[in-house]
């Protein structure tokens, strides 16, 4: 029993492994005619190298006050376009609970929006580093991606808060880290493959 505990944490991991990021990113929020400086904390499950449904959690927080304080929590699903170079462009639904920026309120409100998000590779491109290897493929990768995106959506408010609503768009930009495993994904096909990316 013990080693069959084992082996389905190895499988999960491996299948995290084989497509997971976590991305910082700021930049300007605006909601009612009101602007705010913030950020963005992003975790999920994403693509290494292919397209692919996408999903997870982010959390924005604002930096109008000290210390940081978080306005949101969104639970995210969508669609990334990538090529083998890590070049992407990732669309995805958002849904959660929190407030608009700058707008204090004794309560939560419903936010339903979407967002774009640009994926540009930096250094070793979308195979990225090896940090396990064996001599046919990546245990476990990493690599890194700029990530340039812009989200908008509603906010409404619950009745005991004025059953209001706002509309609220924001830009930002960062730097997403990507954890990856070729032993879950179908690159490289094979060791004549490896052998001639290593020789180029």
């Known amino acids: ?26 930049g300007l929020a605006r909601a ?14 994403t693509r290494q190298r292919e397209s692919g449904a996408v999903g997870g959690l982010a959390v924005r927080m604002e930096h109008h006050s000290a210390p940081v304080r978080a306005t949101a929590g969104l639970a995210r699903g969508g669609y990334l376009l990538q090529n083998d170079y890590g070049v992407g462009l990732e669309a995805a639904g958002e849904v959660g609970f929190g407030e608009p920026p700058r ?9 339903g929006g979407g967002s774009l998000q640009v ?10 580093t090896p940090v396990w290897e064996t001599n046919r493929f ?26 209001q609503e706002y509309f609220e768009w924001a830009l930002r930009a960062g730097l997403r880290v990507n954890l990856g495993s070729d032993a879950v994904t179908d690159y490289p096909a094979g060791h004549e493959r490896t052998r001639r990316e290593r020789a180029r």
């Open 1 to 26: 029993m013990k080693h069959f505990g084992i082996t389905v944490g190895a499988a999960a991991a491996l299948c995290c492994l084989g497509g997971c990021a976590a991305s910082l990113s700021s």
């Open 32 to 45: 009612d005619d009101v602007s705010a400086a913030g950020s963005r904390l992003q975790v999920g499950f």
């Open 103 to 111: 707008i204090e309120m004794e309560g939560s409100g419903f936010y």
């Open 119 to 128: 994926l540009i590779p930096i250094g070793a491109g979308a195979r990225g």
């Open 138 to 163: 990546y245990l476990v990768n990493t690599h890194f991606q700029v990530v340039i995106g812009a989200d908008a959506g509603v906010w409404s408010m619950p009745a005991e808060l004025g059953n």
